[in-house]
């Protein structure tokens, strides 16, 4: 099972939006609705920002989107903050008979 | 308020086992429906997903290391072991436990995390 495909970095400017993707196949991202994203800055706990694939935790802002077509899963952070910048990853549940969870390698985000 | 914290050795020889502890709180692990999975992330790259166990005692590993680790759960002390034998330098990394229910499958609650190093 081969790890989810994200760009490695983006970039965009404070009120700017972007969006991150993130590309699976057919056993993962695909076949079920359980995406998660997850925002790690530097030296820290990665944080659950975004899960089910649209959903948003209680205290997280309404700024972090996301959505789904096919294999690919996206994350969405309309009006950039500094304090976005990090790193993000996806990760979705995948087939049981092959690996359970499936990371993506992780995106970038700078805001300049 | 969920919390966990990862603890154990931070150097461990080649050809080792290494054994961490995860010791929560703010939940139990006899609740239906949640789960502890271990995550690990080498140094500069990227999480990548190892073991969960659930509170029936279901029990999933991922496919490639699953010969070399066995978690388990020791609901009374609110803890969560995960062991890896035969530890090889490509096994540096951060390792962390994280919270999960079943019918999400997501990694709601992380800990801290803790840095393993392997080198002789």
């Known amino acids: 099972q081969s790890a989810l495909t994200q760009p490695a970095s983006v970039s965009g400017s404070p009120g700017q939006s972007i969006t991150i993707s993130c590309t699976g196949t057919?056993?993962?991202?695909?076949?079920?609705?359980?995406v998660s994203w997850y925002q790690q800055h530097p030296g820290k706990a990665p944080k659950l920002m975004i899960y089910?694939?649209?959903k948003r935790p209680s205290g997280i802002s309404n700024r972090f989107s996301g959505s789904k077509s096919g294999n690919t899963a996206s994350l969405t952070i309309s009006g950039l903050q500094a304090e976005d910048e990090a790193d993000y990853y996806c990760?979705?549940?995948?087939?049981?008979?092959?690996?359970?969870?499936?990371f993506g390698g992780g995106t970038k985000l700078t805001v300049l | 308020q969920i919390t966990l914290k990862e603890s154990g050795p931070t150097l461990v020889k080649p050809t080792q086992t290494l054994t961490l502890t995860c010791t929560f709180s703010?939940?139990?692990?006899?609740?239906?429906?949640?789960?502890v999975g271990w995550i690990r992330q080498p140094p500069g790259k990227a999480l990548e997903w190892l073991a969960l166990?659930?509170?029936?005692?279901?029990?999933r590993y991922r496919p490639s290391l699953k010969s070399r680790l066995t978690i388990t759960k020791d609901t009374s002390k609110n803890q969560v072991v995960l062991t890896m034998t035969n530890m090889d330098p490509v096994d540096t990394a951060t390792y962390y436990c994280?919270?999960?229910?079943?019918?999400?499958?997501?990694?709601?609650?992380w800990g801290q995390g803790t840095l393993v190093t392997v080198s002789s």
């Open positions: 994280a919270h999960s229910y079943d019918t999400r499958d997501d990694f709601d609650h």
């Open positions: 703010g939940f139990s692990l006899s609740t239906s429906g949640v789960g």
């Open positions: 166990i659930y509170w029936d005692d279901d029990k």
């Open positions: 057919s056993s993962d991202v695909g076949s079920y609705n359980l």
């Open positions: 089910e694939g649209s």
């Open positions: 990760c979705s549940y995948a087939d049981s008979s092959t690996l359970n969870w499936v």
